[in-house]
């Protein structure tokens, strides 16, 4: 299996790492020949609309879009769950996403830079114990739609609980940084998991 990690811009390295660790042999993939020839990818946390303007720079942003949309197993952190949803809050101008997710997300949800935390999550099909998630300049998940399957919450200050991980099919995405905390379950669920069950339902 050729899973590749968008290396656009974001914490590319901390992903291929992760993936290292999982007994995968990734690959870095941003010009069109590469990205046709993968069959699952990765979306590292980052900037979103930087991420995506940098796609249609280099002509793969439709490229990606319609992949995700014939079924390839995708997983965003961060900024790739922002690129994954189908609808974004306190979206810049003109921003775009590849979309395949249903899910309303807000970007920078919990806050500016200063704002990042840590937060023990449980997370469903994980098992224990906790995962030490990192939130930075994080989104969250507002809405999803009947497909989707909620992994993971937060509860606000203000007691509202939201969802941080969320499955649908072959896409998976979190709000938090699995790549950079050392604990790779993450992404071992996504290569034994969502890849997995989705090639095999192929």
């Known amino acids: 299996m050729?899973?590749?990690v968008l290396a656009l811009q974001g914490d590319v390295r901390e992903h291929i790492k992760a993936l290292e660790e999982c007994g995968v042999h990734p690959l870095t993939v941003r010009r069109r020949s590469e990205i046709e020839k993968i069959d699952a990818l990765v979306l590292p946390g980052g900037e979103s609309t930087t991420i995506a303007l940098l796609a249609q720079s280099f002509g793969v942003f439709e490229?990606?879009?319609?992949?995700i949309g014939e079924g390839l197993p995708v997983y965003g952190s961060c900024a790739g769950m922002i690129l994954l949803a189908d609808r974004v809050l306190d979206a810049t101008k003109d921003q775009e996403t590849f979309g395949g997710m249903d899910?309303?997300?807000?970007?920078?949800?919990?806050g500016r830079?200063?704002?990042s935390?840590?937060?023990d999550l449980t997370v469903a099909g994980i098992t224990a114990p906790t995962m030490k998630a990192v939130f930075i300049r994080a989104p969250w998940v507002e809405a999803i739609g009947p497909e989707v399957e909620v992994l993971a919450s937060v509860k606000t200050s203000g007691g509202v609980e939201h969802a941080?991980?969320?499955r649908q099919g072959a896409l998976l995405?979190?709000?938090?940084?699995?790549e950079l905390t050392g604990d790779n379950r993450i992404h071992r669920y996504f290569v034994e998991q969502v890849?997995?069950?989705?090639?095999s339902i192929k």
């Open 2 to 4: 050729k899973v590749g």
């Open 63 to 67: 490229l990606i879009k319609t992949r």
């Open 103 to 110: 899910i309303t997300v807000r970007r920078n949800a919990f």
């Open 113 to 115: 830079q200063v704002d």
């Open 117 to 119: 935390f840590e937060s």
């Open 164 to 166: 941080v991980a969320v």
């Open 173 to 178: 995405a979190t709000s938090f940084h699995p």
């Open 195 to 199: 890849c997995k069950t989705e090639n």
